[in-house]
């Protein structure tokens, strides 16, 4: 397996944030090919520990094979990272999240996460898992789709989308990435750089994999684990995401939860994040020419207090 299949976003930048160091125990929730636990531990080989979790056992398989020599230092752990207080017994001094899929997900055309490579629609990270794509196209209601593209996709067809859905497979099965995709180029014709597909289809894997639910999840339990100083390093890639870590950022550093209409504070809410990053740093120039789907990467760097 050759490890370029994926590029690593922001090595460099999430490994000088993490502020390594000896002794250290971090946490990789996003393991994927390897990627930013290879680099860590290629940074600082003495580290004590590190964690790393995927939900995919395909790709722990190969970021397994990537790692076996660093193995002593490694715990892996199959998992979805919102389940982090159970998962996880210790404080870390350090956690990447890098968010999203891997290339080698996206390009692998059993796992249906693409609309290229006309396959049967899966988009699960988590093989034993029920729910598909599949299944919310060809089952769910249409006003159940519509918002689902609305809230997750911000397609702004979204209800003319799933009406041509529910029209198709009235007569059809929607088996196919390729099926889908002519369905929603019926409504959406191509506008500049964005495939009239994309919006839907990063609708329905966010659907399939409950992902949004998952990162707010994974936050709010992060403080049980960070220690006192430790980093929480963020890669997120498109707006919904970005929101969410910005929105927790902010909570997390104000000392106060009340409405704006009392005048008194009564909340006790106390400050457990510091913002390292006012706003999110972004890939380099370089690394987009040389990685063209790292450009809408935004990281985002916090530190536990
Ligand atoms: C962008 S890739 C990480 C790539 C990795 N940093 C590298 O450089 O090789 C994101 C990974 O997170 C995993 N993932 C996504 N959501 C997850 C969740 N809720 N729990 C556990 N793993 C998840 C995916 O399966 C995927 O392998």
Do not use: W
């Amino acid at each position: 397996m050759n490890f370029n299949y994926h590029f690593t976003v922001m090595k460099n930048e999430a490994i000088e944030n993490l502020n390594l160091k000896k002794d250290g125990i971090y946490l990789d929730a996003t393991l994927g090919m390897g990627g930013h636990t290879y680099g860590i531990i290629n940074a600082r080989q003495d580290i004590k520990k590190i964690f790393c979790i995927d939900n995919d056992s395909d790709s722990m398989k190969l970021a397994k094979q990537r790692l076996s020599n660093s193995k002593s230092k490694i715990k892996f752990i199959k998992g979805n990272f919102k389940d982090i207080d159970k998962l996880i017994d210790e404080k870390v001094d350090g956690i990447i999240l890098d968010l999203g899929i891997s290339t080698y997900q996206l390009l692998n055309s059993k796992r249906g996460f693409s609309f290229k490579n006309g396959n049967k629609l899966d988009m699960r990270i988590d093989l034993n898992q029920k729910l598909t794509a599949n299944e919310i196209v060809n089952t769910y209601p249409v006003d159940k789709i519509s918002s689902l593209l609305k809230e997750y996709g911000e397609e702004k067809n979204h209800f003319k989308i799933a009406s041509e859905i529910a029209r198709y497979r009235s007569k059809k099965k929607i088996a196919t990435s390729d099926d889908l995709t002519k369905i929603i180029k019926k409504i959406n014709k191509r506008s500049g750089m964005i495939e009239p597909s994309t919006r839907t289809f990063q609708a329905l894997r966010i659907a399939v994999n409950n992902e949004l639910t998952a990162i707010d999840e994974f936050l709010m339990k992060s403080d049980k684990i960070l220690k006192r100083g430790a980093r929480l390093v963020i890669i997120t890639f498109h707006s919904l995401e970005d929101r969410i870590v910005k929105k927790f950022f902010k909570f997390s550093e104000s000392e106060c939860d009340c409405p704006p209409s009392k005048m008194i504070c009564s909340c006790k809410k106390k400050q457990t994040l510091r913002i390292i990053t006012k706003r999110p740093l972004k890939p380099s120039s370089k690394e987009i020419n040389l990685n063209p789907s790292s450009r809408s990467a935004k990281m985002r760097i916090g530190e536990a207090i």
